[in-house]
T-cell receptor
Framework: KQEVTQIPAALSVPEGENLVLNCSFTDSAIYNLQWFRQDPGKGLTSLLLIQSSQREQTSGRLNASLDKSSGRSTLYIAASQPGDSATYLCAPVTDKLIFGTGTRLQVFP | DTGVSQDPRHKITKRGQNVTFRCDPISEHNRLYWYRQTLGQGPEFLTYFQNEAQLEKSRLLSDRFSAERPKGSFSTLEIQRTEQGDSAMYLC??????????????FGSGTQLSVL
């Protein structure tokens, strides 16, 4: 059974900092891994998808890495902004997505 | 492409009542998923469909829960004899095909259920 852990559970930082969000998973037999953003009371927005054969994927200020063999993924957020405040969820993918509990990020001006 | 649509957005009901939620996936998306999310937790998988066939059900889906996708388009999730523990956000998602190497999952805004 896939188990997903995200560290830290919560993070509060001043604007402009570079951030590292960690995700670990127990079953490495995955097709890919997706990172999502969730604003309070809202659905999930896909940020990045890393295929199992890839090591990194970048979109703007976001960069995600994947080490499938060790069951780890990392989301880097460069030059954080107050608009980045949200919960970030990772989900390794087999025939369905299994989610971690997320990292709640607050970026203050 | 209007995205995944869920109705209603909010539902308040009394314990013991039945409720039904609807999900309209993105047009031509063959796979449809239901998840449940409680406060402070990540979404938990409930069930998914390939067209009209229900391929997997989680142990979380007790016999009070039933999901259907009769024509392979929209789906309904019904909860009978609701309990306070059913209070949660119910999320629907769809994908064009199987979640292979490059297939993304698109989520709706969810239905927030409150059981009093």
């Amino acid at each position: 059974k896939q188990e997903v852990t995200q560290i830290p559970a919560a993070l509060s930082v001043p604007e402009g900092e570079n951030l590292v969000l960690n995700c670990s998973f127990t079953d490495s037999a995955i097709y890919n891994l997706q990172w999502f953003r969730q604003d309070p009371g809202k659905g999930l927005t896909s940020l990045l998808l890393i295929q199992s054969s890839q090591r990194e994927q970048t979109s703007g200020r976001l960069n995600a890495s994947l080490d499938k063999s060790s069951g780890r993924s990392t989301l880097y957020i460069a030059a954080s902004q107050p608009g980045d405040s949200a919960t970030y969820l990772c989900a390794p993918v087999t025939d369905k997505l299994i989610f971690g509990t997320g990292t709640r990020l607050q970026v203050f001006p | 492409d209007t995205g995944v649509s869920q109705d209603p957005r909010h539902k308040i009901t009394k314990r013991g009542q039945n409720v039904t939620f609807r999900c309209d996936p993105i047009s031509e998306h063959n796979r449809l998923y239901w998840y449940r999310q409680t406060l402070g937790q990540g979404p938990e998988f409930l069930t998914y469909f390939q067209n009209e066939a229900q391929l997997e059900k989680s142990r979380l889906l007790s016999d009070r829960f039933s999901a259907e996708r009769p024509k392979g388009s929209f789906s309904t999730l019904e909860i009978q004899r609701t309990e306070q523990g059913d209070s949660a956000m119910y999320l629907c998602a769809s994908s064009l095909g199987a979640l292979g190497t490059n297939e993304k999952l698109f989520f709706g805004s969810g239905t927030q259920l409150s059981v009093l």
